[in-house]
């Protein structure tokens, strides 16, 4: 993200360009065509996939893939009486956006009409990061609008936010129920387990015709699962940015000479009282920073990003390079070399060329034989990966997972004669201290080298995960931003800085907690499955690899270049993003 999106845009140009390899070049095509970004392409459908079990012949079993029927993503056209809508076309499918910009901000107050105070409930990943943007935005064109701060009565939390510059004296800051009541929006960003056992009190502080703004759908998928909805006399709406707090915050920062800078946000109208809440949802991603907005439903917004959050984000970064550093270490690679090989392949060069070049651009820059080692490791953890992920979708999508937070959250105090069990760090394991020495060490500003082997399986995951987002009938733009954006502009950066344990240990609780658990399935699985085909040097599977390089996504993926943010996010080593209350933990 170093340049400008112009300049993002003419890089895919030169790098969407199918692999100039022989080898790349004599995968037969199927006979389907689809014309998308700057060439066309055939696909062939993903029908069938090799497991690693053995049938009683000692030759690899065919079973079925995921269903091969589509869903049609929903209709998520929009009216706005404030902002300029437009239309961007991504693999064939018509999608309404809003472009973000400082330049909006005269905008807001009509966008905000009828808001007196703005309550932002929380200090932990996003109340920090989204309190400070929206007070620094409406600062700008000298708006009365306030917001406030509420917090737990008692809470350590008080003394961060006044740092920030919210206090008792102004009126921005002050006791949670106290806000909730005397505010117009009320910003919930508690974590998930607080929202789910608090719901009913906060609902019952609601004042008539206020706005309940949420920037994760998980309380919906909450009170789906007990049979209930939110309370009828109030409007839901949800901006949830793609990327944790820290990056929410810092890029508005840096990019506050450059028109535009942030990070992309969804947003979503689950209940509309009084016709306010579409321009009050696209009035606060634009005060966020947000360079694009999108629509999605509540819905499917949870189902995208607490799966998400379990796969390319964390859980499966975290499975995947414990599997290859064990691997690596196993078959003679220094500790050192197999730590660069792996996560800062990975956090470093891997994301950064995906970033600004597309996926195709880390498969193009490989030599001959690397690209080989990249067919070999892709076509062997594709399926692998996919078995994971449409396991994962379905628990969320079922309830199963909203639960498991929700349980796990009840956990980390005494109840019922049993201890607390909160939870415990990870990063004191040998690859974590390799790390520590490897970042001691490591010259600013690299990136890590581009180890072909990792690049396959990292690159298999991403497409794993987009084609279970795009069978489940999410939008391109979410698909894009969840399962890419997010992952190699926001939470890639912050772990090659402080590494991919410090990320686990620090993000939010519904994240951490989604990262324990389904890591060690994706460990297992590579190591158990992938691995273990390469080698007994199973074939590669040709349909996979011409289906990754004619993938209508990498269109997509070009036209979303073009509206990233307009600065890189720059991450120093010391980047503090731990979560104010862990931090008053360790205190």
Aim: glycine share 8%; charged share 20%; proline share 5%.
């Amino acid at each position: 993200m170093a340049a400008a999106a112009t300049s993002a845009s003419s890089t895919f140009t030169s790098s969407l360009s199918p692999p100039s390899s022989a080898h790349a070049q004599s995968i037969k095509q199927s006979p389907v065509n689809l014309k998308f970004g700057l060439f066309t392409k055939e696909i062939k459908p993903l029908k069938s996939r090799y497991v690693g079990a053995m049938n009683n012949n000692n030759t690899r079993m065919m079973v079925s893939s995921i269903p091969d029927t589509v869903k049609s993503p929903a209709s998520l056209d929009f009216e706005t009486s404030v902002f300029k809508k437009e239309k961007v076309s991504l693999a064939g499918h018509e999608e309404y956006i809003v472009r973000g910009g400082r330049d909006l901000f005269p905008l807001l107050p009509e966008a905000f009409k009828g808001i007196k105070q703005i309550g932002v409930i929380g200090w932990g990943s996003q109340g920090p990061a989204q309190a400070q943007n929206l007070k620094d935005s409406l600062a700008e064109i000298n708006s009365d609008i306030v917001v406030k701060i509420g917090l737990r009565k008692g809470s350590r939390s008080f003394a961060e936010a006044r740092a920030s510059g919210f206090t008792e004296e102004t009126g921005t800051l002050g006791d949670i129920y106290e806000t909730i009541s005397g505010s117009d929006l009320v910003m919930l960003l508690i974590s998930d387990s607080a929202q789910a056992d608090n719901f009913e009190k906060i609902f019952s502080h609601m004042k008539p015709g206020s706005i309940l703004g949420l920037s994760h759908g998980f309380l919906l998928g909450h009170l789906q699962s007990l049979g209930m909805d939110f309370p009828k006399d109030i409007s839901v709406i949800a901006v949830c940015p793609k990327g944790m707090g820290p990056s929410v915050r810092r890029l508005y920062v840096q990019g506050k000479e450059v028109n535009g800078a942030g990070i992309n946000a969804s947003f979503a109208v689950h209940q509309d009282v009084d016709g306010r809440a579409t321009d009050v949802a696209l009035g606060w991603s634009v005060a966020l920073g947000s360079p694009f907005t999108f629509a999605t439903t509540l819905e499917q917004e949870y189902k995208s990003d607490i799966f998400g959050e379990r796969g390319i984000l964390l859980g499966a970064v975290h499975g995947i390079v414990e599997s290859l550093f064990r691997r690596y270490t196993v078959n003679g690679m220094s500790e050192v070399e197999a730590y660069k090989n792996t996560v800062e392949c990975i956090t470093g060069n891997i994301s950064r060329t995906i970033s600004t070049k597309g996926m195709l651009a880390v498969y193009n820059s490989l030599s001959e034989e690397g690209k080989k080692q990249f067919e070999i490791a892709y076509s062997a953890s594709f399926y692998p990966c996919m078995e994971i992920l449409y396991e994962c979708y379905e628990d969320v999508a079922s309830g199963s997972e909203i639960r498991s937070v929700v349980l796990a959250g009840r956990r980390f105090y005494e109840k019922e004669g049993l201890p607390a069990f909160p939870m415990g760090n990870i990063d004191q394991t040998q690859m974590w201290k390799v790390g520590e020495k490897v970042r001691a060490v490591r010259p600013a500003g690299d990136l890590g080298p581009l180890y072909p082997f990792t690049a396959g399986v990292y690159v298999a995951l991403m497409m794993a995960q987009i084609e279970i987002l795009r069978k489940k009938g999410h939008s391109y733009s979410e698909i894009i931003n969840e399962s890419v954006i997010e992952s190699v502009d926001s939470l890639n950066p912050f772990m090659h800085a402080r590494g991919v344990s410090f990320m686990v240990d620090n993000c939010s609780t519904t994240a951490r907690l989604g990262s324990r658990k389904w890591a060690p399935r994706f460990d297992y699985i590579l190591t158990q499955q992938a691995l273990v085909a390469v080698d007994q040097g199973a074939p590669i599977n040709q349909d996979l690899i011409s289906n990754f390089f004619s993938d209508p996504v990498h269109g997509a993926i070009e036209v979303c270049a073009q509206l990233r943010p307009t600065v890189d996010i720059s991450v120093p080593a010391d980047a503090d993003f731990v979560r104010p209350e862990l931090r008053q933990a360790t205190n």
